[in-house]
């Protein structure tokens, strides 16, 4: 069907369409194998082009977003994707349940794509979308959420990026502790091993995260304590600096994740 549909789609998506015809392209976009028709990647571009400008709706997100991780699947097709495209995961719309964008997004090669971009606004909204209840990600994808948060989201200013990250997951868990019987009403073929798995994944990930978080007191102290040691080898030699008392600095955990700035 894709072969007769494909310069149906290509039409739509003419520059010389008008608004309301290029929005009906896009929202059926998601629903076009684009990740096992690889000579569809001209239409990428177009695509990209059309939705620039069209006003924003969060159906037309959720229509981008999920398209676009279906594109980002095909290796072939990942190269010709435009940079400004991977913004559309900055606007993090809500996606269905079943969504295969997010199903496929869980392969490594995808992540290490958006980690190769060097935003991290938009690796933490990749993850963002991608962690869900309704999908988990494979186990050479999981290494490498790992892997990004302690390389990509390791430095100390970056706390805040961690916060949301931890928060997202509490969501995500406490969604799947409520049990099969409530998450069948959205997607009848989960079962009890789906749900279990997720829970193991997500819980790591979490670990991992709080690993990050807890040792962070102790990083802001090391650094406190090292500006200090720099600012006293600045002071004049004609001038007597004695040591002072040691004084304790630390800092709180939920603190950490309040949406106030923290100041050592």
């Known amino acids: 069907?894709?072969?007769?549909i494909r310069p149906l789609v290509a039409t739509l998506l003419d520059k010389q369409n008008n608004v309301s015809v290029k929005r009906i392209a896009?929202?059926?976009?998601?629903h076009l194998w684009w990740w096992n028709f690889p000579t569809s990647k001209h239409l990428i571009q177009p695509l990209a082009a059309a939705a620039s400008e069209i006003p924003y709706t969060d159906e037309v997100g959720t229509s981008m977003v999920d398209t676009l991780l279906q594109i980002a699947f095909g290796s072939s097709m990942r190269l010709f994707i435009p940079p400004d495209m991977w913004l559309w995961?900055?606007?993090r719309p809500s996606l269905p349940p079943v969504c295969w964008g997010r199903y496929l997004a869980g392969h490594a090669?995808?992540?290490?794509t958006v980690r190769a971009l060097g935003d991290?606004?938009?690796?933490?909204?990749?993850?963002?979308?991608?962690?869900?209840?309704?999908?988990g990600p494979y186990s050479h994808g999981l290494d490498e959420m790992h892997t990004a948060i302690r390389e990509d989201l390791g430095e100390i200013w970056m706390w805040r990026h961690r916060g949301d990250l931890l928060r997202h997951l509490d969501h995500v868990l406490g969604q799947l502790d409520l049990g099969l019987e409530h998450l069948r009403q959205h997607?009848?073929?989960?079962?009890?091993?789906?749900?279990?798995?997720?829970?193991d994944q997500y819980g790591t990930l979490r670990e991992t995260l709080l690993e990050m978080l807890?040792?962070?007191?102790?990083?802001?102290t090391t650094s406190f304590c090292l500006l200090i040691l720099i600012g006293r080898h600045k002071v004049p030699l004609d001038i007597y600096v004695c040591n002072s008392s040691p004084v304790s600095v630390g800092a709180c955990l939920g603190y950490l994740l309040s949406d106030q700035v923290f100041t050592p």
Do not use: C, H, Y
């Open 214 to 220: 807890i040792r962070e007191p102790l990083r802001l």
């Open 187 to 199: 997607d009848p073929d989960i079962d009890e091993g789906d749900i279990q798995r997720r829970k």
């Open 120 to 135: 991290i606004e938009t690796l933490k909204s990749f993850l963002l979308l991608v962690w869900s209840e309704w999908t």
């Open 109 to 112: 090669d995808i992540l290490q």
């Open 1 to 4: 069907m894709w072969n007769r």
């Open 26 to 30: 896009i929202l059926a976009s998601p």
């Open 89 to 91: 995961l900055n606007k």
